[in-house]
DNA sequence: CGGAGGTTTGACGTCCCTCAAGGTAGGTGG
DNA sequence: CCACCTACCTTGAGGGACGTCAAACCTCCG
């Protein structure tokens, strides 16, 4: 979403597997861009054929309707980061929710993954300027707690690097494996 | 949600008529706690009709889904809200979307209406502190923009309420009636 | 070689928080 | 009636976190 300046504020980021703009099937029009930052594959999901499946498999539509709910329960954690935390705190969280749910897909083993982003994205994530995401970057890495570089993530004391975000990824609904209903 | 020295941060106002919580039943367990500011009516949904539901009308449960999604589209707005906007713009964009919601149900007619919330709880809605929403309420009456007195609020240059609050209100998807799908 | 995109660092400014004091209105008990 | 409390709002002074501006560096690429 941009602001009046033309500067963006990112909502969400999805990752490879996501169900991405499932939102846009009830509320029919959309109030926020998707792009991608990184090369892509995508499957098309006919608006039709989602229609036909909530008629049809009322199981498979709780289980759709449960994936955006996940949606919801991060956009409320967002709201959380933004609100409450630091900027330590912010980049920290946004880089422990990300590793979790790359994890939770099997994209990360351990404590190193791939995160393609600039520090000026990650900077659009936090409400941060790329300025200060360096800072705070830098002192994740003076911490001990976290490096960054090349685009490539590693946590090096995932739980003080929780206690900062005050992160706690029960709202992630991993735990019951991600299609509970 | 509160952080760990307890301070709360506000991720969503529910109005007379809502739907609350519906959230709860596709995700079973709920991320975040639900209070009332003031005394209310409440009528029970119970997960086993709602599954019903689900079985026996696709179009009603399309219903559902969509006023899950209206909430999630307003946790968008909230981000936006806390990541690009100054404390001015933040207080202004919590009373216009509080406003256009009112004004929806038919619970406000013109520029004034009932808010039974406190400077404290604007400022946890927001992410400012109480006394900062003081100074902000403040700039507003002195500007001729908006004034708030026990506990209503009345908009004197709803345009430039607007334009301080880069305020849209599109995604409340209204014009269509707020039951679309 | 030059240029673009990204990162890092320093100096400085400002927005908002913190702390403190005082004001008002309502409620209770004398 | 006053005295006193609590909750909320207001205002001011000072400080800190983060933004802005500028400069330098690196890598990649043409």
Redesign the pocket.
């Given at each position: 979403m941009d602001d009046r300046k033309g500067h963006r504020q990112l909502v969400a980021l999805h990752l490879p597997g996501d169900f991405v703009d499932l939102h846009g099937f009830p509320l029919q029009r959309l109030d926020h861009d998707v792009a991608s930052l990184t090369e892509v594959s995508v499957a098309f999901a006919p608006h039709t054929k989602l229609t036909e499946i909530t008629q049809d498999y009322p199981h498979l539509t709780r289980m759709l309707w449960f994936s955006t709910l996940l949606d919801a329960a991060m956009y409320r954690e967002w709201i959380f980061r933004l609100g409450r935390l630091?900027?330590?705190g912010r980049v920290a969280h946004f880089l422990a929710e990300t590793h979790c749910r790359l994890v939770a897909t099997g994209l990360s083993h351990g404590q190193r993954f791939r995160l393609p982003l600039?520090?000026?994205d990650i900077g659009e994530a936090c409400?941060?300027?790329?300025?200060?995401v360096?800072?705070m970057?830098?002192e994740l890495r003076d911490q001990g707690i976290a490096s960054m570089e090349e685009q490539t993530v590693e946590f090096l004391d995932r739980d003080r690097l929780y206690r900062i975000a005050e992160f706690d990824p029960k709202y992630l609904y991993l735990d019951d494996g991600i299609l509970v209903p």
């Open positions: 630091n900027a330590l600039t520090q000026a409400g941060l300027t790329n300025i200060h360096s800072r970057l830098k």
